[in-house]
């Protein structure tokens, strides 16, 4: 009953068949423990360490998938009024030349960075086949939200009159 019921244990702890039949066959324990994530990802955070003791309930490892990643990006503040949250995103690596990777701006955060002027915002990316890695800078081209029509008049063009300015416009050979 008391092999039973440890052997229960073990599989509740997240022990695979295979391990819990290694410490059976043996009758020793172990150790040391192999845990394999139930998602592919990098280890973002560790929470234990060697000869650690931990408690039911603690958090050992933060994993951090990879089919979609969080890019920070600062951007100038003179640009930030364009930058809405759900606005579409284009990124390019330099590992990937060519290749495009879609995503959305999920947040734009409420302060400036005083330092460089620029405004933060976080992007999230999809990333097909694990392609983007953490620490990898990415070219970003953000569309706008909305866009209007506008004539644009270099300031060489202008001519101040008292009230009102006039415009020389090109017309030509004439």
Do not use: C
Not at 15 to 31: H, T, Y
Not at 115 to 121: D, F, G, I, K, P
Not at 163 to 168: A, G, K, P
């Amino acid at each position: 009953e008391l092999a039973r019921a440890a052997r229960n244990r073990l599989l509740l702890l997240n022990m695979s068949e295979e391990q819990v039949a290694d410490v059976e066959r043996d009758g020793k324990p172990r150790p040391h423990v192999t845990l394999a994530s139930p998602v592919d990802g990098v280890v973002g955070e560790l929470g234990a360490r060697e000869g650690m003791t931990v408690m039911p309930g603690a958090m050992l490892f933060r994993i951090n998938g990879l089919s979609t990643v969080w890019v920070n990006v600062d951007i100038p503040e003179a640009q930030a009024a364009a930058v809405v949250p759900g606005a579409p995103i284009s990124a390019t690596v330099p590992a990937y030349p060519g290749e495009k990777f879609a995503g959305r701006i999920n947040a734009v955060l409420p302060d400036v960075v005083a330092a460089s002027r620029t405004v933060r915002a976080r992007v999230e990316l999809g990333n097909p086949g694990a392609k983007l890695k953490p620490g990898m800078y990415v070219t970003l081209a953000i569309s706008p939200a909305t866009s209007r029509e506008a004539v644009l008049v270099p300031t060489e063009a202008l001519i101040p009159k008292g009230r009102r300015t006039v415009i020389v416009v090109a017309r030509g050979d004439s």
